[in-house]
């Protein structure tokens, strides 16, 4: 095993807790990444999710020293980054956390995007009065390497706002997060009666698409486990949901299969997603790939951990 994985928050858009989503969980977005030898703690987005992570760090890790570590945003959409404020570990003299991110536009700067969200309008303590030592550090496309081995890699996603895909890899075991993305497509007007059809930014919009979709697949390339924004399926996303900014599962099954990728988790579940739909959609999509892919595919779950 190189790396231990686990789900603390699987939702999209609003935590929904309910007897609907007992058994998946109704917490927004957050992975726990454990590199064990090496002591070193990963945090991929800081949604409703990261309370109880806090709350087990503060149990398990705080009593052998200082809390360090890393909380990579894929994007600041609320849904991302609401638990922030409900961190336990930044109200502890001696924490060292770094939150990384991109940001879409420059003034709004990301210690102002998740720092914002503790101003009394909003919360009872301040930013200011924290007592943990927090560095912001804006990503772009880029590859890093964050030291002792482990290599970061991120992607643009196809979002509203700028939002990043990040691939971690270590000793050659490689984890993918693609949340919350959909399909790139071609931006300008397809229907050739329309009086603003442009027969050339049409083709060329074809072309960009088709490459941007290309290098999403390269991205993915031979990931052991790939972590997919499946909020829609393909009926739903057709009637309506184009250019919200999310994925269908049979578009993320499509793209995993042709990477080469070895596991595939639904994730980014829309709230209204009950979990005896959520067992019958695995089922349906296991069936239709079974003996045409090798790829495994699972629904994310609270708790659910996985050694990679
Ligand atoms: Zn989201
Ligand atoms: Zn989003």
């Given amino acids: 095993m190189a790396f231990r994985m686990r789900f603390w928050g699987v939702r999209g858009s609003i935590p929904c807790p309910g007897p609907d989503t007992v058994r998946y969980g109704g917490n927004t977005a957050c992975i726990e990444l454990r590199f064990q030898p090496l002591n070193r703690l990963i945090i991929v987005d800081a949604g409703s999710g990261i309370r109880a992570l806090g709350d087990q760090i503060m149990k398990q890790d705080l009593p052998k020293g200082p809390i360090k570590t890393q909380i990579f945003l894929t994007h600041t959409h609320w849904d991302h ?29 990301l210690d102002k995007i998740v720092g914002d969200q503790l101003r009394y309008r909003y919360f009872p303590v301040r930013q200011s009065e924290l007592a943990a030592k927090i560095d912001y550090a804006q990503l772009q496309e880029c590859e890093k390497d964050l030291g002792d081995g482990i290599i970061m890699r991120t992607k643009y996603l196809n979002h509203p706002i700028l939002c990043l895909g990040y691939r971690f890899e270590y000793q050659g075991k490689v984890l993918c997060t693609a949340f919350d993305t959909e399909p790139f497509r071609n931006v300008f007007d397809q229907n050739k009666d329309s009086p603003d059809f442009d027969e050339e930014a049409f083709k060329e919009g074809e072309i960009v698409a088709k490459q941007e979709n290309e290098k999403v697949l390269q991205y993915f390339k031979d990931a052991d486990v790939v972590i997919h924004d499946t909020q829609y399926t393909h009926k739903e996303y057709t009637a309506g949901k184009i250019g919200w900014g999310h994925s269908t599962f049979e578009y993320a099954i499509n793209a995993a299969h042709k990477a080469n990728v070895k596991k595939l988790f639904f994730f980014h579940h829309d709230p209204l997603r009950r979990d005896d739909e959520l067992d019958e959609l695995i089922a349906f999509y296991k069936n239709k790939i079974k003996g045409k892919s090798a790829l495994e595919i699972e629904v994310a779950r609270e708790g659910l951990t996985l050694d990679i």
């Fill in 81 to 109: 980054i609401m638990g922030f404020p409900f961190f336990t570990p930044i109200y502890i003299p001696g924490t060292e956390l770094t939150i990384f991110g991109p940001v879409t536009y420059e003034e709004d700067t």
